[in-house]
């Protein structure tokens, strides 16, 4: 009997000691693909559909990894969330479609989504940083818009940041909108600019799914609320004829153009 409990002691401290070294050494990783600057940004056009014209590109963040080639966010934002890393990744995405933008001229002027977790909203430090960034894209003719997911609760200091963000000037989308908890409460406490109905709604679109009703119960709230709509994940034409019907016409989708480095998209026609 004593050699197989030493064993199983034994294997139990192997294995214990294998995940901490593996989650410490995906630490240190992530640290380092910050520092050395392996994650970039490709953007996506949210497009007007009535008209045809680019209205605005979501910035998102991916990771040039060294040998994995690129790693999409799905991967490493779970990990950042735990590491408490997301502040630097939102630090650094900001930065880095200000470079990239910076670039580009844009006579018409077009808005700019930057994904922007719950959290952030807590550290003074970063309103004032948001609000530097909003007067540097005013400059090159960028309107600075955040998308904030209700995936985390919003306590009642973001949502009184987000609302002194809101009167500086910077548009406020709710990302992900009808898959949270928060949904109401949020809208209830805070003034926003955009709901971004998620894919899965406009996935209903032409199938008997129980989120069917759900997209035009959103449509209508939007509506009531004076809130402009976006919608996510279109990549039909069904879906896209289905949506201007019910005059929801900004849309974003591989239908209209899938995320790409800014040089790909045809933004870069521009001069
Ligand atoms: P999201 O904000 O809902 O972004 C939309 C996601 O849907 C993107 O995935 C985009 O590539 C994908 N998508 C767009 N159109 C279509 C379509 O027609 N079909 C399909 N199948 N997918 C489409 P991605 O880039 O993998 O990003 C996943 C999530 O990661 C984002 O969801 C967002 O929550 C998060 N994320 C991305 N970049 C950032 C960032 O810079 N900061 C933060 N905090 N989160 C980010
Ligand atoms: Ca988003
Ligand atoms: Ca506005
Ligand atoms: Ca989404």
């Given amino acids: 009997l004593f050699i197989p409990?030493?064993?199983?002691?034994?294997?139990?401290?192997?294995f214990a000691r294998y995940l901490f070294s593996r989650k410490r050494s995906m630490y240190t990783e992530v640290k380092l693909a910050l520092k050395m600057r392996e994650f970039f940004l490709h953007y996506q056009p949210h497009v007007d559909a009535s008209s045809g014209c680019v209205?605005?590109?979501e910035a998102l963040v991916r990771w040039q990894h060294p040998s994995r080639g690129i790693v999409y966010p799905d991967v490493f934002i779970p990990l950042m969330e735990e590491y408490g890393l997301?502040?630097?990744l939102t630090d650094?995405?900001?930065?880095?479609?200000y470079h990239d933008l910076a670039e580009k001229v844009f006579r018409e002027g077009i808005h700019l989504g930057i994904n922007v977790p719950p959290g952030y909203f807590s550290n003074p430090k970063n309103i004032r940083l948001l609000k530097l960034y909003k007067n540097k894209f005013d400059g090159i003719g960028i309107s600075l818009g955040l998308e904030i997911t209700e995936r985390q609760f919003l306590d009642s200091v973001?949502?009184?940041s987000i609302s002194r963000l809101r009167t500086f000037g910077i548009d406020i989308l709710i990302d992900d909108f009808g898959t949270g908890q928060t949904s109401l409460s949020v809208l209830e406490?805070?003034?926003i600019?955009?709901?971004k109905i998620d894919k899965c709604f406009v996935d209903s679109i032409g199938h008997q799914s129980v989120n069917a009703p759900v997209l035009n119960a959103i449509i209508n709230l939007a509506k009531e609320l004076n809130v402009g709509i976006i919608a996510e994940g279109v990549e039909t034409d069904r879906q896209a004829q289905y949506l201007l019907t019910q005059g929801v016409t900004l849309h974003q989708g591989y239908l209209y153009a899938k995320p790409a480095r800014i040089e790909k998209l045809f933004l870069s026609k521009s001069k």
């Fill in 55 to 57: 209205f605005g590109v």
């Fill in 158 to 160: 973001a949502c009184e």
């Fill in 92 to 97: 650094y995405v900001l930065n880095a479609a």
């Fill in 189 to 191: 406490r805070t003034n």
């Fill in 193 to 195: 600019d955009y709901l």
């Fill in 5 to 14: 409990i030493t064993l199983v002691v034994y294997l139990t401290l192997y």
């Fill in 86 to 88: 997301m502040d630097e």
